[in-house]
């Protein structure tokens, strides 16, 4: 990790209509910048920012200072043409088997020009989602047995018991097809699930940290060692040096702001102070915060780069990518 030197930018705001579209100028002294702004208002004609200094990792002799995370709307000349260096996205163009992409079409979103960015594939092993390939219809919660109750936050997603050996089968089927494609390696989602589980299961928290190093173990024993291994959130289970010497990196969400509120001071520096630990591990850390306004989009950036994090804000959906030029894609 390291940083590059910082340079002062004098942000003029000018307001523009065009296409419906909001612009903010940036003016610096050799040129202009313009930034989209979204659902945003300003009470001041000025704001001055610097330009950051950017966080670097080394991911297996590839050198990242940029990420990005997207879901939906999965665009591959988009992919193809961003100068992102790391782009966290579905294993499918819509999430279902039939837009599935191929090993080719993943070969032509990771090029650009003589480079190659590296594509991770998102991989939810917490809950299980009724638009996946491996869905049946006729399930039920309690049949199969690891099935467990719909998630009232997000409907068409269940909890599930995730220590059950016919739950792993079903997600080591969809890691073959991820390694099939041809990604550089997982994203690993709902880490957290164990939560649920906390108060009837004993050890849950082990459980899922066993699931994670067997999905780790399979996957490099498959691949190779240069496959990468990101979990999100639950940076609590850091302090398990077994399982942070089977991960390559941590993605954690909402670290400093919960949408467009600043996250709760005493929370935040717990997670700060478990994500040192794997600094102290040389494993990459992503963060990502959901903020709208450009003001709270840059005091992220800022905030990440300044205890060591590669930082993206991404909108709610994760359904475009975001640019910014206090920060930008290289």
């Known amino acids: ?3 590059k030197n910082v340079i002062p930018i004098l942000i003029s705001i000018t307001f523009f209509a065009f296409s419906g579209i909001i612009l903010l100028m940036a003016l610096n002294k050799n040129n202009a910048i313009f930034l989209p702004i979204l659902d945003t208002e300003y009470n001041s004609d000025y704001f001055v920012f610097e330009k950051l200094n950017r966080t670097e990792f080394d ?10 995370y997207l879901l939906q709307n999965i665009d591959m000349d988009e992919i193809n043409n961003s100068k992102y260096d790391l782009i966290v996205i579905d294993y499918s163009s819509d999430g279902c088997e039939e837009g599935e992409f191929s090993s080719a079409n993943i070969s032509y979103m990771k090029s650009i020009g003589n480079t190659k ?11 299980a989602e009724d638009y996946r390939f491996y869905w049946n ?5 309690g049949n199969p047995i690891w099935l467990d109750a719909e998630n009232p936050d997000w409907p068409g997603n269940f909890k599930v018991k995730y220590w059950y050996v016919g739950w792993q089968n079903i997600m080591f089927e969809y890691l073959d097809r991820i390694i099939s494609a041809g990604f550089d390696g997982i994203y690993l989602d709902i880490i957290d ?5 906390n108060d009837t299961i004993p050890h849950a928290d082990w459980l899922m940290m066993d699931f994670v190093i067997n999905i780790s173990q399979y996957a490099k024993s498959q691949v190779a060692d240069n496959f990468t291994i990101f979990v999100q959130n639950a940076d609590e289970l850091l302090s398990n040096s077994t399982y942070l010497n089977n991960i390559d990196g941590i993605g954690r969400e909402d670290l400093f702001y919960l949408e467009d509120e600043p996250t709760d001071a005493t929370w935040r520096q717990q997670g700060i102070l478990n994500l040192n630990i794997a600094l102290a591990a040389n494993k990459t850390v992503l963060v990502v915060d959901y903020p709208s306004p450009i003001n709270l989009t840059y005091d992220s950036y800022s905030k990440c780069v300044e205890n060591e994090f590669l930082p993206y804000v991404a909108g709610l959906e994760l359904d475009s990518l975001k640019y910014y030029a206090f920060y930008p894609a290289t």
Not at 59 to 68: E, L, M, P, R, S
């Open 59 to 68: 991911i297996n002799g590839t050198i990242i200072d940029d990420w990005a």
């Open 1 to 3: 990790m390291s940083g």
């Open 117 to 127: 960015k590296l594509l991770i594939s998102y991989f939810s092993i917490g809950e």
């Open 193 to 197: 699930a164990y939560d649920y589980y």
């Open 137 to 141: 219809s006729t399930w039920t919660v």
